[in-house]
């Protein structure tokens, strides 16, 4: 049969095809929060803007924007709650030698992916300290470099951390030349790189990026994001214009202040003319998420080629549910190094979910399900040629790529030798699912904890905290964090004591020793500290482990974490040749994975050191001490 003329059908039968596709919701976040997908949707594209740099004080460069992402078919799983994390715009330069403040990430968070849009950086101040702009998504323009020909400030680099494609660009740098027209630059974009200064006037902000072909008309420059701050004019030269995009202006003459990103743009703030004007604060960024897989009407063979081609065509990810009367996960503690004053492991994260919790999973009814028990952080040897303490392992539900897994962070690792030439982050203790302690000497902080905003439950069941910093003169180390409470700072004469760890009891009932082990009910504990010459920190209660105590000439092994209880290992003490080689750090305990179920289900098992067992309240309790499948039916 001959075709109608006019049709565009691509060969189906039918004058036309009256379609919808990539047409879902549209969700935006402005202060940080959960966004829920919709029960149908399978794949969403995310633009993430973090905030901007502040601008710089008196004839200060222009904050950089910033960093922008916009990241296409991320795959999950239906009605799931994935967190937003927005960051705040950097602070501005409000004094003598005082640049813009950077501005903090924005972050996407999907399964064990985070995506993460970097800060913009501050812009330079002018003439005194501090004048060169700071690295960022988008880098903050330099400041003003005085009346005469002198050198100039140079802009800081954008895309910093890289990414591919790049998320930001390079500030602008000063001028210097003729003398007395000195000019400070402006702050990088997301689309464009911040103006130079020049002679008689400041260089304006790099235009941002319009994304409303993508998202639609987003906030108040209508989906145009991530510009530049202007430079402040110095007195006798003129102030310039931010970038498209929330850029703030930078101060047009003699004493005008910088004005601010625009408010969820990632614009970056104003610098400050001169006179002593103030810069201006960096914008706040934003998150917006697009619901791409839903799909409506008749297509054509083409526009079914062009959907598949560009990864958007909808895709069916089966998923089921188990409702369970609550889980308990604790990851791997961390390790600890040996040397004096050094810090304790931190405890491993703790996910606990409510009773009656739907744990929904990407696959199909009956199907095994992989549970994995993270491992403890190994200790590392004596002696001055460490290297950093390992961190617990993660322990999770679910595969490692499913979008819709519950994970616990492992714990991080305690801190150790210290006295070494900067850049030494080794001295400072790890981050993780509790952070490990810091060293006592050159003072290193606490790691922080990363347990937070996971698949399905938007951070309100992770549990894990920050450890104790160093503490000098006294050169005592902290305690690493606890799954329940922070690590303690270095004491004068004793080491900090390990963070408390997570009672779970009041969630999981009182199911007692064969279920809970040895520490009954509380987990994840912080290992205690070390001092030169005093004594040891604390155990965490929930499998923590003491610190040694700090006798000279003495040589003690760190103690271990409890197995099975994400405890974190205490550290050693050591000066001088170790009385035999095994002297050194101890090593994290290893997890544990705990899972209720109603008793009408049917609940198997592997590997046979696995166990299901009745349990009070009409429940089955699935503990997990290894790696393992668990199956529901």
Known sequence: MAQPAGSTNGGIIGVSNKTSFGKGVTTSKTSTAAITTGAGTRLVQALIVAGAGGGGYDGGGGGGAGGLRSISNIDVCGSTAYCATIGGGGIAGVGPASPGGDGTDSTFVVGCTTYTADS??????????????????????????????????????????????????DG??????????????????????????LPGTAGVGGAGTDVSPTYGCIGPTCSVFAGGGGGGGYCGRVGQPGGAGGGGAGGATCGVVGTAGTTNTGGGGGG???????GALGGSGIVVVKELCKASGVFSMDSQYQAQVAGTWPRFIPTFSITTKGIFIASGGGGTGSYPSVG???????????????LTLCGTAGDSIPI???????????GCACVPTNNGDDSLIGASGDVNKLIAVGGGGGSYYGNKPAPNTAKNGQDGGSGGGGYGENVGTGGLTTQGCQAGDSGTYGYGFAGGDGLQPARAGGGGGGAGAVGQIGQPGAGGAGGAGKDVAPVMGALGTPFFGPTNGTFAGGG??????????????????????????AFGQGASGTVNTGGGAGASYGVGAPTTPATGGGAGGSGRVII???????????????????????TKTAVFTVSGTLTVT
């Open 120 to 169: 913009g950086g501050g812009g330079g101040t002018g003439i005194s300290g501090g004048a060169v702009g700071r690295d960022g998504g988008g880098g903050g323009g330099g400041g003003q470099s005085g009346s005469g020909p002198g050198t100039p400030n140079v802009g800081g680099s954008g895309n910093t951390p890289p990414t591919t494609p790049p998320q930001g660009n």
């Open 172 to 197: 602008g740098t000063s001028t210097v030349t003729p003398p007395g027209n000195a000019s400070a630059g402006g702050g990088g974009g997301a689309c464009a790189v911040g103006g130079p200064g």
């Open 272 to 278: 400050g003319a001169g006179g002593s004007a103030n």
């Open 344 to 358: 304790g492991g931190g405890g491993g994260g703790v996910v606990l979910t409510p009773n009656s919790h739907s």
């Open 372 to 382: 994995t028990v993270g491992a403890g952080g190994a200790a590392t040897g004596w």
């Open 528 to 553: 205690g500290g070390t001092d030169c010459g005093g004594a040891g920190g604390a155990a965490g209660s929930g499998g923590g482990a003491v610190g040694q105590p700090g006798a000279p000439g």
């Open 596 to 618: 209720n179920f109603p008793d009408s289900d049917t609940i198997a098992v592997t590997p046979v050191t696995n166990s299901v067992t009745p349990s009070p309240g009409s």
